[in-house]
């Protein structure tokens, strides 16, 4: 069974910018959620989706969004990139995204701004 | 609000030798515990986690946890280290009614001397 795939691994992008990130789950897994890893705030979530609806959110700017797609694939979105955006970005996958099902984790895309 | 401190940012320890790494959070009900590891350039990958039951419980690549409720801890142990257990730490907590969202701790980078 294939894992959470993340793409791209790597992007550079500069002030201002706007930046898609794509996650596809799991086969038959209908949660995804994204986290930012950062060396100085760690591990933060950011959004959950649940058969296209969000359904969790974290404490981010509205700059961040994203959506799932029927197909269970999903997308995260930044705009007017700053600085303080150059982070790891990960993406998790859980069959119905409850709280005692653990998340399976993408190798991430790596997001580094000039 | 629920946290999580794990005390201990950098470990360094001999191969052969035993390994504890501490993790304390803090929420009011019981919580679902997890530990995650993270290689270099790579996502998290699920070493064990606890939901409810036995206080002791078993992981992949000979890693166990065990909660203690008095504690308020969920502390890793792996009687012999392997080098190629090197790598970051990360302990997580979920709740019930937060569905997939997990709230890290800041992690624990293990170095592991030969």
């Known amino acids: 069974k294939a894992g959470v795939t993340q793409t791209p691994r790597y992007l550079i992008k500069t002030r201002g910018q706007q930046v898609t990130l794509s996650c596809s789950p799991i086969?038959?897994?209908?949660?995804v959620s994204w986290y930012q890893q950062t060396p100085g705030q760690g591990l933060q979530f950011l959004f959950e989706y649940f058969s296209e609806t969000q359904r969790n959110k974290g404490n981010f700017p509205g700059r961040f969004s994203g959506r799932q797609f029927s197909n269970s694939r999903s997308e995260m979105n930044v705009s007017t990139l700053e600085l303080g955006d150059s982070a790891l970005y990960l993406c998790?996958?859980?069959?119905?995204?409850?709280?005692?099902?653990?998340?399976?984790f993408g190798d991430g895309t790596r997001l580094s701004i000039l | 609000a629920q946290s999580v401190t794990q005390p201990d940012i950098h470990i360094t320890v001999s191969e052969g030798a035993s390994l504890e790494l501490r993790c304390n959070y803090s929420y009011g009900a019981t919580p679902y515990l997890f530990w995650y590891v993270q290689s270099p350039g790579q996502g998290l990958q699920l070493l064990l986690k606890?939901?409810?039951?036995?206080?002791l419980v078993q992981g992949i690549k000979g890693f166990e946890a065990e909660f203690k409720r008095s504690q308020s801890s969920f502390n890793l142990r792996k009687p012999s280290v392997h080098w190629s257990d090197a790598a970051e730490y990360f302990c997580?907590?979920?709740?019930?009614?937060?569905?997939?969202?997990?709230?890290f701790g800041e992690g624990t980078q293990l170095t592991v001397n030969p």
């Open positions: 086969s038959g897994h209908r949660s």
């Open positions: 997580a907590v979920g709740r019930e009614t937060s569905g997939s969202r997990l709230t």
């Open positions: 998790a996958s859980s069959p119905f995204g409850d709280s005692n099902q653990p998340q399976h």
């Open positions: 606890y939901f409810s039951g036995d206080t």
